[in-house]
């Protein structure tokens, strides 16, 4: 069993920038792919972005391709997404979440394990 804690959410301007953290123990990351999702107020729970094992295959959603980039760093058993350029409507609670296989996928359901979230909200 896996346990995944994200942390590094907070409270930014429009413009801003945030660096999201998801530490995990219990297992190692290595072998696994890795996501980042996203859920706002009333409205379900959505991909951002996510990363195979090696980190050389990476998915995106479109609004936040340019600006979000997904990383990860397997020595320290942590994923990392850093936010640039926010925008109000990326406010939502982030969810770091890790599935059973190397690749990346953007497909929720195929998603094991998820930490309890982190709050980013983005003022206008």
């Known amino acids: 069993q896996v346990q995944l804690v994200e942390s590094g959410g907070g409270l930014v301007q429009a413009g801003g920038s945030l660096r999201l953290s998801c530490a995990a123990s219990g297992r190692t990351i290595i072998g696994y792919g890795m996501g980042w999702f996203r859920q706002a107020p009333g409205k379900e729970r959505e991909f951002v972005a996510a990363i195979s094992w090696t980190g050389d295959s990476t998915y995106y959603i479109d609004s936040v391709k340019g600006r979000f980039t997904i990383s990860r760093d397997n020595a320290k058993n942590t994923v990392y997404l850093q936010m640039n350029s926010l925008k109000p409507e990326d406010t939502a609670v982030y969810y770091c979440?890790?599935?059973?296989?190397?690749?990346?996928?953007?497909?929720?359901?195929?998603?094991?394990?998820w930490g309890q979230g982190t709050q980013v909200t983005v003022s206008s």
């Open positions: 979440a890790t599935h059973l296989s190397p690749g990346a996928t953007t497909l929720t359901n195929e998603y094991d394990y």
